[in-house]
């Protein structure tokens, strides 16, 4: 059972394109992110929703938009992509509350050309 | 504005030797997590530290919080190679923010 799957793992786009990623996870948490991890690994939060409701949202460029239609899911749509938006991204999920560690997904390499 | 500092960046150790992670952070903070990253997977969660004093063992890494010196250790004890990976550190902010913050990794490398 994957608690925190997203898709695609792997998703190859030229600059100027939209694309989305989904992420659901099974582990009844409250709790939602979207992390950035570079080139050089560094691990930096984008977004977190709790309960639906946005709670995090980091200086992102607005062609960044999350979304979550439920607890269990969030997405992340990327309009006119550019060669910097190549990274990582890791979905991840916890339980609101000081010691919930995140449970994070296998991420999506994104590489734009 | 919460900023987390790890060193060293990189390591490489022999097996059956020792060493210590560091890992500091720059204002008061009620958590500190270590994550284990294998090159091209997830990250996996390790032990979460949340009282000064705080330490957790388990099977060759130990890891400790010193909430004073805001100061936590990941500690390697006898390495093997299957320890190799790279190990990330986070902080997050007093008061129960869930924004976390990321040290820059420790890319350890277990040498035969």
């Known amino acids: 059972d994957t608690a925190v799957s997203q898709t695609p793992k792997y998703l190859v786009t030229q600059m100027g394109n939209d694309k989305s990623i989904k992420c659901e996870q099974n582990?009844?948490?409250?709790?939602m992110y979207w992390y950035k991890q570079d080139s050089k690994k560094f691990l930096k939060i984008m977004f977190s929703?709790?309960?639906?409701?946005?709670?995090i949202n980091e200086t992102v460029p607005n062609r960044f938009s999350p979304k979550s239609p439920d607890k269990a899911h969030l997405n992340l749509h990327i309009n006119s992509l550019e060669l910097g938006d190549s990274a990582v991204y890791f979905c991840?999920?916890?339980?609101?509350?000081?010691?919930?560690?995140?449970?994070f997904g296998n991420g999506t390499r994104l590489t734009v050309t | 504005e919460l900023k987390v500092e790890q060193n060293p960046l990189f390591l490489s150790m022999q097996e059956g030797k020792n060493y210590t992670i560091y890992c500091n952070y720059s204002?008061?903070?009620?958590?500190l997590y270590w994550y284990r990253q294998d090159p091209g997977k997830s990250l996996e969660s390790l032990f979460v530290?949340?009282?000064?004093?705080a330490v957790k063992q388990e099977g060759r890494l130990m890891a400790s919080l010193d909430t004073k010196a805001r100061l936590s250790t990941l500690h390697i004890t006898a390495a093997v190679h299957d320890l190799s990976a790279t190990y990330f550190c986070?902080?997050?902010?007093?008061?129960?923010?869930?924004?976390?913050?990321f040290g820059k990794g420790t890319k350890l490398t277990v040498n035969p």
């Open positions: 204002t008061t903070s009620d958590r």
């Open positions: 929703y709790n309960n639906k409701e946005l709670i």
């Open positions: 986070a902080a997050g902010p007093q008061g129960g923010s869930e924004k976390l913050v």
């Open positions: 530290l949340l009282s000064n004093g």
């Open positions: 582990l009844g948490h409250d709790t």
């Open positions: 991840a999920s916890s339980q609101a509350g000081v010691g919930s560690p995140l449970h």
